[in-house]
């Protein structure tokens, strides 16, 4: 049967409770009924797949307080964007494992800090364990949306993702399509050499609401095209994925038509990200209360609904499952 509502993903687990990427958030978003969940993933110096939000780590680990690193700290320029902090790809995973995660956002999610320092950084590898664990756990099948991050950055630094995406994924039996798996990038060119690879899933094309991917602007300069043309007709009838995977923006314009336009060429939608506080929604569904404070989230959520959308990230997973579900 088809389904009546969209897949309910938890974005970095549950991070509106605990600190992203944390192996609590990922529990509690398994608990709260998701149905899949999305890592991102970066790698260290000795190819380990790490389960971060960016290979930037100063705001989402304790490192500053680890005077042994202090000299690690430099500046880069990651996907155009200059940099100033700590990288995954300067560490090994054996200095990484002292490390311990914190809160990305602490003036917003003031009780989600009161986690800090207590959980170390997570593996691909280790993910995998937890999700197949958690399945038998809960009962129900959970599936893997996994984020490659900076693909061309990581590449052009001597550290291809592709075959250490390739080398976890088969080692924990998440390749040949007996679990159900998405891998999503703002890069269609490594998405198109996974797919090469013979791994079985869904390939999800990340669509910003604006600007240009790195990977294009990279190989064509600035005869690139931006990532709005993806969404016109042309570009999905030229789209090499399987679907897109849209900021909640462009669902909120009024009069859009991507859901029915991809749809039509049977394609697969999801956005991001679906967050109920005031600093997160469209300002016509704030209300007071400071940055903080939820809004009318549930009026910005039933305009993404009402768009038929296939899948929807968020941040709270038991908003997310009572609303959408």
Known sequence: MPRTSPLIIGHRGAPGYRPEHSRS???????????????????TKDGVLVIRHENEISGTTDVAQHPEFADRRTTKRI?????????TEDFTWAELSTLRVRERLPKIRTSSATFDDAQPILRLPDLLELISEASVEHGREIGLVLEVKHATYFEGVGLDLVPLIER?????????????????????????????????????????ASGKPFDLVTSMGTSAPDYASVVTPAGLDALRADGISVNKRMLLQPGNTIVPDAHARGLRVFTWTCRPENQFLSPRFRAGGGKAAFGDYEGEWRV????????????HPDLGVAFFR
């Open 304 to 315: 993404i609904a009402d768009t038929g959308v296939d899948g929807v990230f968020v941040d």
């Open 25 to 43: 958030s990922y529990e509690l978003a398994f608990a709260l009924g998701v149905d899949a969940v999305e890592p991102d993933v970066v790698a």
């Open 79 to 87: 996907d155009g964007e200059t940099l100033t902090g700590w990288f």
């Open 168 to 208: 976890d994924l088969r080692a924990g039996g998440w390749a040949a399509g007996e679990l159900p798996l998405v891998i999503e990038s703002f890069e269609s060119t490594v998405l198109d050499r996974l797919r090469a690879t013979g791994i079985a899933a869904t390939f999800i094309y990340l669509i910003e």
